[in-house]
């Protein structure tokens, strides 16, 4: 089955505290992409990669690190998580074709930063 | 850049009313354009797409045609169900290796 798979689906942490978020796709899918969703400020992008080892910031990467090492993977790195990147988390795949294809989005992680 | 403007939510409607949630964007070259559905405790899912002037894309009753000459791609829906309640968010992806970008999403509601 095509899908998008994110661990843990469910975070609480504290401040300081590095954490990283998973992400894993397999459908070959060149790019991938990170996103963060609050309550009226709809979806942003944290960073995208459109290959392995190629990786450029979105709107909001301030935080955030990201790596993409093989193509499968695209896995987000908290350094020093803060109470205000307490989120909805998405990441999310598409084919490489220009301009890109539908994405298709994995089920979310819910962190929390205490 | 790019951009997508979606029409301000929350949207309220009973059974069976008409929907129109619009959407424009700003793009260069011939993007292609996207509504997707976030249903309650969800992650995101396409509902339809078109990826040149003209086409409709259609799917669970839902439709939008992409229309370049006003720059627009609006969600319609003849008959809405309570079912339907979701977030709705208009995206398009550019040429030339550009990004996707998202519009703000519209919450629609739909009463019994």
């Known amino acids: 089955e095509a899908q998008v798979t994110q661990n843990p689906r469910y975070l609480i942490t504290v401040t300081g505290k590095k954490l990283t978020v998973t992400c894993s796709q397999n459908?070959?899918?060149?790019?991938m992409s990170w996103y963060r969703q609050d309550p009226g400020l709809g979806l942003r992008q944290i960073y995208y990669?459109?290959?392995?080892?190629?990786?450029d910031k979105g709107d909001v990467p301030e935080g955030y690190k990201v790596s993409r090492k093989e193509k499968r993977n695209f896995p987000l790195i908290l350094e020093s998580p803060s109470p205000n990147q307490t989120s909805l988390y998405f990441c999310?795949?598409?084919?490489?074709?220009?301009?890109?294809?539908?994405?298709?989005f994995g089920p979310g992680t819910r962190l929390t930063v205490t | 850049g790019n951009s997508v403007t979606q029409m301000e939510g929350p949207v309220t409607l009973s059974e069976e009313a008409f929907l129109t949630i619009n959407c424009t964007y700003t793009?260069?070259?011939?993007?292609?354009l996207f509504w997707y559905v976030q249903y309650p405790g969800e992650g995101l899912q396409l509902l339809l797409k078109?990826?040149?002037?003209?086409d409709k894309g259609s799917n669970k009753g839902f439709e939008a045609t992409y229309r370049k000459e006003t720059t627009s791609f609006h969600l319609e829906k003849g008959s809405v169900q309570v079912s339907d309640s979701a977030v709705y968010f208009c995206?398009?992806?550019?040429?030339?290796?550009?990004?996707?970008?998202f519009g703000p999403g519209t919450r629609l509601s739909v009463l019994p």
């Open positions: 793009a260069t070259g011939y993007p292609s």
């Open positions: 990669s459109m290959n392995v080892e190629v990786t």
């Open positions: 459908m070959n899918h060149e790019y």
């Open positions: 995206a398009l992806s550019g040429n030339y290796g550009q990004n996707f970008v």
């Open positions: 999310a795949s598409s084919d490489s074709d220009s301009p890109l294809g539908e994405q298709y």
């Open positions: 078109a990826t040149k002037a003209d």
